[in-house]
């Protein structure tokens, strides 16, 4: 703990000293663009780091930058009891670093290193968890800007892929190591549309040093369109993803999966309402079976920013096919792909498949930097022939040995302050309350757990 708090101080000088900056670093840190800082002729030196540039004419620049992240994490009871118990907590800590490389107009080089260690865990860390030192990201850009404000982009390389609400690829921003990819993709935008094309194969995290070899394992490929500006919904996104692994293991069976995947999804994120609704079919091949598979979202806000603390209402509500029966030659359970790791809170018990929740929330805004929230959580197996998920799709509980369906109710608040762009403070706690069908199936303890994160970006 004297550890972290040293950081903490340490961390708390630093936004002291960047508060006057102005820059918003985004989720993906290859999508920031310094150039403007080229018509500047009296830089600061943090301004320098940002944009350096290596060529008279100014077109060919150096951009730097990074993030340090400390997480102190606590359970009682985890895995409802199934894990070893730890009186402590542990505390996960994540470095990036990155250069980002421009040569004029056309060509880009973006490197990026990640350091994920896990200190204090009374049992031995998952290689999600701990990553000493690996490239996390090295990829080459050939832009060909066209008329109009149009763009064509073709990325070459290990990099990040996300899509959408992140429901099926994500960052995993949540745990300790973030998800990369090998692969090549084709970019295209408009003012209006971006339309997305890859083929990737799934980078799998190993704990040491530079080991995140390629994985023939696992191939991933899609396309993903976005439409903006489309009257009444705002906006649309149509998409296709297709998973190919050699083992793949779900409560009936184990097998080489082949699965396809098509979806949309319907969202705004302006004015007082905010919507996301998005659907998804899968189909295809697991072992012998055809899978057949499907869920339905819904995720809805309403901010009420004339009364004090501005709060927003919301409601989530989830359908998540699981298999029907067991051994009829078909599988109905849904496969996320790469979903976020922190699905359900930064507790990450149960995983997106086989599912039903109804999920109300509560935010307030206490002031421009504090934000506070609460959040309530009801889950049930959506099939009783199917087991339920963790995150990554292994399989945590059997449905085999009992037809109960509740599986518990989750309670969370979560409390943030984000003093400037910079620093980022969070505590949130979490209680699940086991129900029927955790206690069927296992020891069924009630969970509690809390989390406090402190991370700096630069």
Same mark, same amino acid.
């Given at each position: 703990?004297?550890?972290?708090?040293?950081?903490?101080?340490?961390?708390?000088?630093?936004?002291?000293?960047?508060?006057?900056?102005?820059?918003?670093?985004?989720?993906?840190?290859?999508?920031?663009?310094?150039?403007?800082?080229?018509?500047?002729?009296?830089?600061?030196?943090?301004?320098?780091?940002?944009?350096?540039?290596?060529?008279?004419?100014?077109?060919?620049?150096?951009?730097?930058?990074?993030?340090?992240?400390?997480?102190?994490?606590?359970?009682?009871?985890?895995?409802?009891?199934?894990?070893?118990?730890?009186?402590?907590?542990?505390?996960?800590?994540?470095?990036?670093?990155?250069?980002?490389?421009?040569?004029?107009?056309?060509?880009?080089?973006?490197?990026?290193?990640?350091?994920?260690?896990?200190?204090?865990?009374?049992?031995?860390?998952?290689?999600?968890?701990?990553?000493?030192?690996?490239?996390?990201?090295?990829?080459?850009?050939?832009?060909?800007?066209?008329?109009?404000?149009?763009?064509?982009?073709?990325?070459?390389?290990?990099?990040?892929?996300?899509?959408?609400?992140?429901?099926?690829?994500?960052?995993?921003?949540?745990?300790?190591?973030?998800?990369? /990819?090998?692969? *090549?993709? #084709?970019?295209?935008?408009? @003012?209006?549309?971006?339309?997305? +094309?890859? %083929?990737?194969?799934?980078?799998?995290?190993?704990?040491?040093?530079?080991?995140?070899?390629?994985?023939?394992?696992?191939?991933?490929?899609?396309?993903?369109?976005?439409?903006?500006?489309?009257?009444?919904?705002?906006?649309?996104?149509?998409?296709?993803?297709?998973?190919?692994?050699?083992?793949?293991?779900?409560?009936?069976?184990?097998?080489?999966?082949?699965?396809?995947?098509?979806?949309?999804?319907?969202?705004?994120?302006?004015?007082?309402?905010?919507?996301?609704?998005?659907?998804?079919?899968?189909?295809?091949?697991?072992?012998?079976?055809?899978?057949?598979?499907?869920?339905?979202?819904?995720?809805?806000?309403?901010?009420?920013?004339?009364?004090?603390?501005?709060?927003?209402?919301?409601?989530?509500?989830?359908?998540?096919?699981?298999?029907?029966? /067991?051994?009829? *030659?078909? #599988?109905?359970?849904?496969? @996320?792909?790469?979903?976020?790791? +922190?699905? %359900?809170?930064?507790?990450?018990?149960?995983?997106?498949?086989?599912?039903?929740?109804?999920?109300?929330?509560?935010?307030?805004?206490?002031?421009?930097?504090?934000?506070?929230?609460?959040?309530?959580?009801?889950?049930?197996?959506?099939?009783?022939?199917?087991?339920?998920?963790?995150?990554?799709?292994?399989?945590?509980?059997?449905?085999?040995?009992?037809?109960?369906?509740?599986?518990?109710?989750?309670?969370?608040?979560?409390?943030?302050?984000?003093?400037?762009?910079?620093?980022?403070?969070?505590?949130?706690?979490?209680?699940?309350?086991?129900?029927?069908?955790?206690?069927?199936?296992?020891?069924?303890?009630?969970?509690?757990?809390?989390?406090?994160?402190?991370?700096?970006?630069?």
């Amino acid at each position: 703990m004297k550890k972290f708090l040293l950081v903490l101080l340490a961390l708390s000088w630093q936004s002291m000293a960047f508060a006057q900056e102005e820059f918003t670093f985004k989720p993906s840190r290859f999508d920031e663009d310094y150039a403007a800082l080229s018509l500047d002729s009296n830089l600061t030196w943090y301004q320098k780091a940002k944009y350096h540039p290596l060529s008279k004419n100014a077109k060919t620049y150096l951009s730097l930058g990074g993030e340090i992240r400390y997480q102190y994490f606590y359970f009682k009871n985890e895995d409802w009891g199934e894990s070893a118990k730890d009186k402590d907590g542990y505390i996960l800590t994540r470095y990036l670093a990155h250069a980002d490389l421009h040569i004029g107009k056309h060509l880009r080089t973006f490197l990026q290193l990640q350091s994920s260690l896990a200190n204090g865990k009374a049992a031995a860390p998952s290689a999600v968890d701990e990553n000493q030192l690996d490239l996390h990201q090295a990829f080459i850009d050939v832009a060909y800007p066209l008329p109009e404000q149009k763009k064509i982009i073709v990325r070459l390389g290990r990099q990040e892929l996300s899509y959408g609400s992140q429901r099926l690829v994500a960052l995993r921003d949540g745990p300790n190591n973030r998800q990369a /990819y090998d692969a *090549g993709r #084709l970019i295209y935008m408009t @003012p209006h549309v971006k339309a997305d +094309a890859f %083929f990737s194969h799934y980078v799998q995290s190993k704990r040491n040093i530079f080991d995140d070899g390629f994985n023939r394992n696992t191939k991933f490929w899609g396309t993903y369109f976005v439409i903006g500006r489309i009257p009444v919904v705002q906006n649309i996104d149509v998409y296709y993803f297709g998973l190919s692994k050699s083992v793949a293991s779900f409560d009936d069976g184990k097998g080489k999966e082949m699965r396809h995947s098509v979806g949309s999804r319907i969202w705004r994120t302006t004015g007082s309402w905010h919507y996301d609704f998005e659907g998804v079919y899968q189909f295809g091949k697991f072992a012998d079976k055809n899978i057949a598979a499907w869920t339905a979202s819904s995720n809805s806000s309403y901010s009420f920013s004339s009364l004090k603390y501005k709060p927003r209402t919301g409601l989530k509500t989830e359908l998540i096919s699981g298999d029907k029966n /067991y051994g009829d *030659g078909a #599988l109905n359970s849904f496969n @996320p792909l790469f979903p976020r790791g +922190a699905y %359900f809170g930064l507790a990450a018990l149960i995983g997106p498949s086989n599912l039903a929740d109804i999920h109300p929330s509560l935010s307030l805004e206490l002031s421009k930097t504090i934000d506070l929230s609460f959040d309530y959580d009801v889950f049930w197996r959506f099939s009783r022939n199917d087991g339920i998920y963790a995150p990554n799709v292994s399989l945590i509980y059997s449905g085999k040995n009992t037809g109960r369906k509740f599986i518990g109710q989750q309670y969370s608040s979560e409390l943030s302050w984000a003093p400037n762009n910079f620093l980022y403070f969070r505590a949130e706690l979490t209680w699940f309350k086991t129900g029927a069908y955790l206690k069927a199936v296992g020891p069924g303890k009630n969970i509690f757990f809390t989390g406090f994160t402190t991370q700096l970006k630069f």
